[in-house]
Nanobody
Framework: QVQLVESGGGLVQPGGSLRLSCAASGSISRLNVMGWYRQAPGKQRDSVATITSGGTINYVDSVKGRFTISRDNAKNTVYLQMNNLKPEDTAVYYC????????WGQGTQVTVSS
């Protein structure tokens, strides 16, 4: 069993920054993929960024140049640095880990509003 705990969400003005963290605990394989997804009200959950244990990274086009995903394998923690936030980034952000099975965190709210 794996548990994922996110932190770092909140309310920020357009153009501001937030840093999300997700700490994984439990039976974790050395080989895995961690990622951030988001779900806005009335919309499906979509991928934002993913990073493999080897460091391969992918971003959705809408966040390229603004968001940075990183991970600390020793701490089983993934981060999402979000800069130049826009109102359309408002959503619940979920962390996940894939290692055969997909595990999800509980989500953290990010609201971008003036």
């Amino acid at each position: 069993q794996v548990q994922l705990v996110e932190s770092g969400g909140g309310l920020v003005q357009p153009g501001g920054s937030l840093r999300l963290s997700c700490a994984a605990s439990g039976s974790i394989s050395r080989l895995n993929v961690m990622g951030w997804y988001r779900q806005a009200p009335g919309k499906q959950r979509d991928s934002v960024a993913t990073i493999t244990s080897g460091g391969t990274i992918n971003y959705v086009d809408s966040v390229k140049g603004r968001f940075t995903i990183s991970r600390d394998n020793a701490k089983n923690t993934v981060y999402l640095q979000m800069n130049n936030l826009k109102p359309e980034d408002t959503a619940v952000y979920y962390c996940n880990m894939i290692m055969g099975y997909t595990y999800w965190g509980q989500g953290t709210q990010v609201t971008v509003s003036s």
